[in-house]
Nanobody, 118 residues
Framework: QVQLVESGGGLVQPGGSLRLSCLVS????????????VGWYRQAPGKHRELVAR???????TYAEAVKGRFTVSRDNAKSTVDLQMNSLKSEDTAVYYC????????WGQGTQVTVDS
């Protein structure tokens, strides 16, 4: 069974940085991690879940306008991980961050909390 496990969340002051990581495991036989597009989403209290960043299987990138220039998504196919480097964090970046991909069905991680507060 495909599993996505996020890590790296925590409490950080405004202007600080965090690096989130998403580990993908349990892929079906014949499915390589390198063929997957993986996205990072976030959901703040009382708000809808929204796309933050996405990396395709050919290393093309999509970023939400709110994070362009501050966040960078990258992947390591040897480790089956997708990282989200978050710099110049703002209070409005506070949310639960989820990793997401599609392998025969949509798969979500359990989420990791990011809190930006002084």
């Amino acid at each position: 069974q495909v599993q996505l496990v996020e890590s790296g969340g925590g409490l950080v002051q405004p202007g600080g940085s965090l690096r989130l990581s998403c580990l993908v495991s349990g892929l079906p036989s014949g499915t390589s991690f390198s063929t997957l597009a993986v996205g990072w989403y976030r959901q703040a209290p009382g708000k809808h879940r929204e796309l933050v960043a996405r990396i395709s299987n050919i290393d093309t990138f999509t970023y939400a306008e709110a994070v362009k220039g501050r966040f960078t998504v990258s992947r390591d196919n040897a480790k089956s991980t997708v990282d989200l480097q978050m710099n110049s964090l703002k209070s409005e970046d506070t949310a639960v961050y989820y990793c997401h991909t599609y392998v025969n069905q949509w798969v979500w991680g359990q989420g990791t909390q990011v809190t930006v507060d002084s």
